[in-house]
């Protein structure tokens, strides 16, 4: 069973920079890719990037792009979300998201990070 767990979110001022982090447990070889998602309250969960745990490719959405670097140490099964320039639009909750197996979408899901971005 995979096992999500991110931390790191906290308060920042905007134009400051923050670094979260997803530990990983019960990852396979069968694992795709990890990702970022975030979520407003109300809103829509939004992709924000993903890493391809095998080749380390990377994907971002246009919103973050420039600004976010996703990364991963296979050793450790973490992963990370440097944030820089950080706006108060980037206020939200993170999510992990592991996509294990033959499957199309994301299947598991850490319980989220609450990143806030005061102006």
């Known amino acids: 069973q995979v096992q999500l767990v991110e931390s790191g979110g906290r308060l920042v001022q905007a134009g400051g920079s923050l670094g979260i982090s997803c530990a990983a447990s019960g990852l396979t070889f069968s694992t795709n890719s990890m990702g970022w998602f975030r979520q407003a309250l109300g809103a829509e969960r939004e992709f924000v990037t993903s890493i391809s745990w095998r080749t380390g490719s990377t994907y971002y959405s246009d919103s973050v792009k420039d600004r976010f670097t996703i990364s991963r140490d296979k050793a450790q099964n973490t992963v990370y979300l440097q944030m820089n320039n950080l706006k108060p639009g980037d206020t939200d909750v993170y999510y992990c998201?592991?996509?294990?197996?033959?499957?199309?979408?994301?299947?598991?899901w850490g319980q989220g990070t609450q990143v806030t971005v005061s102006s």
């Open positions: 998201a592991a996509r294990v197996g033959i499957v199309s979408d994301y299947n598991y």
